[in-house]
Every structure is written in C-alpha cells, then in structure tokens.
C-alpha cells in the first residue's frame, strides 16, 4: 500500500531509507552514520550505537557525512565515512568513522578534530541497551580501574545513573547467549532515559558531573571506540508472528475505566479557542486545562478570556499555575486569587508549581532557589479555599522523579511526556510508547493510589527543561526538542496518541491530555499551514474518540508484536468494540480469531498507522 508521506507525517520529506548491514547472524541498520536495532539471530541486542554532537542547548547536530564507502559479503561488512559539524562563529569539527562487523563481533570507531576549536555539551559514543525483556535482568558492569559489579538494569525508573565510571558492560540477550559491550577514550556512565520516556537505557560519554558546555582545543584528537562482543549459541527463537505474516490478537484479563480527556488551552491560543468553541463541544473532553505564568505577562485578560471559554461547557476547568516564586508563595497565589474573582472564574482545580521547577537539574549541578513545595502547597489551599491543588511537574517525569513532591495534601499528581527530547526519527518517537508503562508503574511506586494525570503530551516540545530555548524548526523537519513537529499534522500523530492512550490504561489515570485546540498543539489546522486553516488534523479523530470513550470499562488486548500493533477492547455505549491501531509505516495484517470478533472481521488489514474499529463477538 502507498500513502502519500504528506498523509502520514505532514510533510514531504521523508527519511533516507536505512542500509542494512549483516555478517552471518550479526545485523544493523546504518542510519545517517549511525547504527540501529542491532540484532543477534533476530534479537535486538542494542537499540543504537550512536556518535553524536550535542551544543549548549543540548541540541544535537546533523552532521555533514562525506565519502561514504559500504562493503560487505556474507560474513563481514565494513562503513567509512567522514562526517563534519558546524558550531557558531564559523567553528568546525570532523570526526573520522570506522564500522567493522561480523559474525560475533562489532567495533565502531572514531577519531574527531577541530583546527578552530569546538564548544559542545557532549561529543562522543550513545549506547542505547533496549528495555522490554531487559528491564530488570542482571548485567555485570565493568569499572574504569577493572574491577566487576554484579547488578541488574533497573526495573523502576532510576532518577539518577545507574552506572557510573564504566568500561563495559555485559547482559544476556537470551539463554545461552552474552552480549559484551565496552568502551574505550574516555570514562562512561549511564542514564536510565527511561525518565524522558526513550526506549532505553543510555551510556554515554562524559560524565555530567564534569563541566559542560565545554571546548575541544583547536588541533586535539580525540579517539573513542565502542565494541560489541557476541558468546554463546542461541538454539531456538520463539515466534511473535504467525506463519502467514499476521499478528495474533487475544483478548486478556486486566480490565480498568477510560481516563478522561482533557485539551490545553494558553493565553496566546484564548482567542483562537473562543473563536473555534463549538469545536470543544464536538470533542467533549471532560478538562479543559488553562495554562498560567505570569513570568510570561499572563494576567487579567487570559483570565477573562479562559472565563468566556469555559462559560456553557460542561467540562471541569484546571488551571496550569507555573507560580514565579520571585516573592513569597503566600503573596503570589493572594495576587492571582484576586485575579480570579474579579474575573468571576472558579476553576475546579489548580495544578500548581514553581516556575523554576521547570528546568531541569541534571546531576552535579546546583539545585537552583525554590521555597519548600509545603510552603507553596499551603499558600495555594490557603489562597483558594474549596479548590483541589494538584501539584506535580508541568515538565516531564524526568523531574517529578528527581524532585519527588510532598503529595499527602495534594489532590491529585500530573507530570507530562515528550518524545523527541533526544531523538525524533520516526522510530524513535514511536519506541518511547514503550516506555510508557514503566513511566506509570514508577509513579505509582512513589505515589500510591494518589489521582494522577499526564499532559499536555504532544509531538512538538512544549517547552525546554534542558536548554534556554526549544529549537525553532521553520522547514518542517524531524528535529530533537523542536516546538513544531509537521508529523503533529498527520496521520503518524493519530496513531502515536491512541498508542499512547493503550500503553497508560494500567495507570488508572483521571485524566490524560494529548493536545490543545488550537495552535501548534492543536487539533485543527492554524494560520500558514500547508492544509486549509480550521480543518481537523487527524489526531482530532483520537481525542474525539477518546473523549467519548472516557468512563466506559476497557478490557487488554494482547498483541503478539506490540511494537506494530496495538490494540484494546472497550464496552460503552454502542456496545463492544475493538480498537486497533498499526504504529508502523508499514501495512499490517492482523489475526484477530473468530473468537474475539465477527468472522467477517477475523483477518483485517491496517495500513501505515492506521486505525480500526471492530465489533466483538458477542
């Protein structure tokens, strides 16, 4: 089946295609120089080995690749290149590539040189270990001084690294078979990236603890290696998909209620919202969550505006308070308190935290001023007696993980999602729905039975918790922590968001927002877009559908090959359906059994992510 890219990812451009590279068992993709889904008879080994350039912002360069030469035959392969990145006020950098493979072993070299000198956060090898199958297995790590640590990847979503002073690192990919990992040039750590919802376990060079950005002298070579190094014999695989291509779906045991769905809604949007509210009743989300900062102007107006949105709905209002902190907690929510009841708006709740909480403190680094959450928690119930507080992060995980807030007073805890803080080819926003449920599962382990709500999680960075700025990106390409997404406008959306609404289904949550209304967040098409202002992006059918859904009891549906298709079983009021949604680019064929649906409907077909709707037998 061929779908016009525009269809799938907003945009015309799409992805140079990977080179597959194999030596007996051995397998990688070679993808703009680096290497993906590495596999061992069939078994992903290591999500990536990555050489990457990152700037002050963490932003990470796309190099400039130069005198490509692949060769390979059945039992080796070999990549050369020369890749070359451009840093401000005319900097340069190259880095000279080596890749040989075969069949139990893997060495990526590189060698990088500045003759002008070069500023850089991190410059060096990422070695993604995948996480389904390895999350909570044993590893051995190897130290820097040669000494051994028996330990196991973390299960729950560890805020700080893991591993640290490494060298290598050894883990069983199945039974009988090792896969050893080391690393020479520098000393490596890693991070559980879990916590930024990447599919993986990160070691990387430079530990964050040393200064950074920091300056490659002018004329300094530096020289990494990476090796991968296969023991042992694998002596079955089991099978994932059936004989014919199609995927097996069986109906399962856990069952739960469908969260509610809620929009954001900004200052700078209000106007476009008011002028689109009959959109808010098509949708019907049960939270309409209006966003608040006053460090950036937000006052009297957007109240107002927020008022006359949320006059004639039938939905609960939340207002998103990012409170300043510049002055004491008391004075701050008094003043906003006065705001709104001179507007006359009453929220049902007010999710509340520190601006400063915004920005991420990565390890070592000084953990900036900021009053106790009790204090702000406290002013916050004191200044709005008879509203629920929630608090939270309106970051990410990451930081609700790392400043875990006193919720014993709180009403409910909210942090949201990104996936394209460090990486955003399709894959890889795709992957982090994996994360997903390990991301649920290490809230619940700190926070219990508390209420708890993800979002606003969207394609497009929200804002930055790890540089000054999210990175503009006018020409519509896929970029890390960029504030446009074109992919936000197709189909690929439709299905990362009802993927997303799958994977968190454990959670219990209360609410779950994938989006605004308007805007680059939004449901339907703004000003300047390659579509016609107003029309409904697909990701509109998700929300709608999910808001429709909210309450009504689901039922898991296990998929053979999640990380294709996904699917769950709900009954609500036109009775019992099954949803299924293909999170590939690929058409997929599904063996849904006669037992689960109408015979009619037992083997169905799913184009590039795709969504279906099917009847339950009864």
Same mark, same amino acid.
């Given at each position: 089946?061929?779908?016009?890219?525009?269809?799938?990812?907003?945009?015309?451009?799409?992805?140079?295609?990977?080179?597959?590279?194999?030596?007996?068992?051995?397998?990688?993709?070679?993808?703009?120089?680096?290497? +993906?889904? !590495? +596999?061992?008879?069939?078994?992903?080994?290591?999500?990536?080995?990555?050489?990457?350039?990152?700037?002050?912002?963490?932003?990470?360069? *796309?190099?400039?690749?130069?005198?490509?030469? #692949?060769?390979?035959?059945?039992?080796?392969?070999?990549?050369?290149?020369?890749?070359?990145?451009?840093?401000?006020?005319?900097?340069?950098?190259?880095? &000279?590539?080596?890749?040989?493979?075969?069949? &139990?072993?893997?060495?990526?070299?590189?060698?990088?040189?500045?003759?002008?000198?070069?500023?850089?956060?991190?410059?060096?090898?990422?070695?993604?270990?995948?996480?389904?199958?390895? @999350?909570?297995?044993?590893?051995?790590?190897?130290?820097?001084?040669?000494?051994?640590?028996?330990?196991?990847?973390?299960?729950? #979503?560890?805020?700080?690294?893991?591993?640290?002073?490494?060298?290598? !690192?050894?883990?069983?990919?199945?039974?009988?078979?090792?896969?050893?990992?080391?690393?020479?040039?520098?000393?490596?750590?890693?991070?559980?990236?879990?916590?930024?919802?990447?599919?993986?376990?990160?070691?990387?060079?430079? /530990?964050?603890?040393?200064?950074?950005?920091?300056?490659?002298?002018?004329?300094?070579?530096?020289?990494?290696?990476? %090796?991968?190094?296969?023991?042992?014999?694998?002596?079955?695989?089991?099978?994932?998909?059936?004989?014919?291509?199609?995927?097996?779906?069986?109906?399962?045991?856990?069952?739960?209620?469908?969260?509610?769905?809620?929009?954001?809604?900004?200052?700078?949007?209000?106007?476009?919202?008011?002028?689109?509210?009959?959109?808010?009743?098509?949708?019907?989300?049960?939270?309409?969550?209006?966003?608040?900062?006053?460090?950036?102007?937000?006052?009297?107006?957007?109240?107002?505006?927020?008022?006359?949105?949320?006059?004639?709905?039938?939905?609960?209002?939340?207002?998103?308070?990012?409170?300043?902190?510049?002055?004491?907690?008391?004075?701050?929510?008094?003043?906003?308190?006065?705001?709104?009841?001179?507007?006359?708006?009453?929220?049902?709740? #007010?999710?509340?935290?520190? *601006?400063?909480?915004?920005?991420?403190?990565?390890?070592?680094?000084?953990?900036?001023?900021?009053?106790?959450?009790?204090?702000?928690?406290?002013?916050?119930? *004191?200044?709005?007696?008879? !509203?629920?507080?929630?608090?939270?992060?309106?970051?990410?995980?990451?930081?609700?993980?790392?400043?875990?807030?006193? @919720?014993?007073?709180?009403?409910?805890? %909210?942090?949201?999602?990104?996936?394209?803080?460090?990486?955003?080819?399709?894959? %890889?926003?795709?992957?982090?729905?994996?994360?997903? /449920?390990? #991301?649920?599962?290490?809230?619940?382990?700190?926070?219990?039975?508390?209420?708890?709500?993800?979002?606003?999680?969207?394609?497009?960075?929200?804002?930055?918790?790890?540089?000054?700025?999210?990175?503009?990106?006018?020409?519509?390409?896929?970029?890390?922590?960029?504030?446009?997404? /074109?992919?936000?406008?197709?189909?690929?959306?439709?299905?990362?968001?009802?993927?997303?609404? !799958?994977?968190?289904? &454990?959670?219990?949550?209360?609410?779950?927002?994938?989006?605004?209304?308007?805007?680059?967040?939004?449901?339907?098409?703004?000003?300047?877009?390659?579509?016609?202002?107003?029309?409904?992006?697909?990701?509109?059918?998700?929300?709608?559908?999910?808001?429709?859904?909210?309450?009504?009891?689901?039922?898991?549906?296990?998929?053979?090959?999640? %990380?294709?298709?996904?699917?769950?079983?709900?009954?609500?009021?036109s009775g019992r359906k099954l949803h299924i949604v293909n999170v590939t680019a690929e058409e997929q064929t599904l063996d849904c059994g006669s037992s689960i649906v109408a015979p009619a409907a037992a083997g169905v077909t799913i184009g590039p992510y795709g969504v279906a709707v099917l009847p339950l037998a009864h």
């Amino acid at each position: 089946m061929t779908v016009d890219p525009f269809v799938l990812y907003g945009t015309h451009l799409v992805e140079t295609p990977a080179v597959r590279l194999s030596a007996g068992k051995l397998e990688a993709d070679l993808v703009e120089g680096n290497l +993906r889904t !590495i +596999r061992y008879d069939g078994t992903e080994v290591l999500r990536a080995i990555s050489y990457l350039v990152r700037d002050r912002d963490w932003g990470t360069y *796309s190099p400039e690749i130069s005198g490509l030469r #692949i060769t390979q035959d059945k039992d080796r392969f070999e990549v050369v290149y020369r890749a070359g990145c451009e840093g401000p006020d005319n900097t340069k950098l190259a880095i &000279d590539v080596g890749i040989v493979g075969t069949s &139990d072993r893997l060495d990526f070299v590189a060698d990088a040189v500045s003759h002008t000198g070069f500023e850089t956060n991190r410059c060096g090898f990422c070695i993604l270990h995948p996480i389904v199958g390895v @999350a909570g297995t044993p590893a051995t790590v190897e130290r820097v001084d040669g000494t051994l640590r028996a330990t196991e990847f973390p299960e729950l #979503i560890d805020p700080w690294q893991p591993f640290k002073d490494m060298r290598a !690192i050894t883990h069983t990919v199945v039974p009988g078979v090792t896969a050893e990992c080391r690393m020479e040039g520098d000393t490596f750590e890693m991070e559980d990236q879990r916590n930024w919802s990447d599919a993986s376990y990160k070691t990387y060079v430079r /530990p964050l603890a040393l200064p950074w950005p920091y300056q490659i002298p002018a004329g300094d070579r530096i020289r990494q290696r990476t %090796s991968l190094v296969i023991r042992g014999e694998r002596y079955s695989r089991p099978a994932a998909i059936a004989s014919d291509g199609s995927i097996p779906l069986e109906l399962g045991t856990r069952t739960g209620t469908m969260p509610g769905i809620g929009v954001v809604v900004t200052p700078e949007e209000a106007g476009a919202v008011l002028a689109a509210k009959s959109l808010l009743s098509e949708i019907a989300p049960q939270e309409i969550i209006f966003h608040f900062d006053a460090n950036a102007g937000h006052g009297m107006e957007a109240i107002e505006r927020f008022k006359a949105i949320a006059d004639g709905q039938r939905n609960r209002s939340t207002l998103e308070l990012a409170l300043p902190c510049r002055r004491s907690p008391a004075v701050e929510t008094a003043e906003i308190a006065d705001i709104l009841r001179s507007a006359s708006f009453r929220p049902d709740a #007010i999710m509340i935290s520190p *601006s400063v909480d915004r920005q991420s403190t990565p390890p070592g680094s000084k953990w900036p001023d900021c009053p106790p959450l009790e204090e702000v928690y406290g002013a916050a119930h *004191s200044a709005f007696p008879g !509203i629920r507080i929630g608090g939270g992060m309106l970051s990410y995980f990451t930081e609700l993980n790392r400043k875990r807030v006193p @919720a014993d007073d709180l009403g409910f805890v %909210s942090h949201c999602t990104n996936p394209i803080v460090h990486a955003a080819d399709d894959l %890889s926003v795709m992957q982090t729905l994996e994360t997903l /449920p390990f #991301i649920t599962r290490s809230v619940r382990a700190i926070y219990g039975e508390k209420p708890y709500r993800i979002g606003p999680s969207s394609i497009p960075m929200r804002q930055n918790p790890y540089g000054s700025r999210t990175m503009e990106n006018l020409s519509g390409n896929r970029i890390p922590m960029a504030n446009l997404d /074109p992919r936000h406008s197709g189909r690929f959306a439709e299905a990362f968001a009802l993927g997303y609404a !799958i994977r968190v289904l &454990d959670a219990g949550l209360e609410c779950l927002t994938l989006s605004a209304l308007t805007g680059p967040f939004g449901l339907v098409a703004g000003p300047g877009e390659p579509t016609r202002q107003g029309d409904w992006r697909p990701l509109f059918n998700t929300v709608r559908t999910l808001s429709m859904l909210s309450g009504s009891r689901w039922q898991e549906c296990v998929s053979s090959a999640p %990380s294709k298709v996904l699917a769950f079983a709900v009954t609500g009021a036109s009775g019992r359906k099954l949803h299924i949604v293909n999170v590939t680019a690929e058409e997929q064929t599904l063996d849904c059994g006669s037992s689960i649906v109408a015979p009619a409907a037992a083997g169905v077909t799913i184009g590039p992510y795709g969504v279906a709707v099917l009847p339950l037998a009864h």
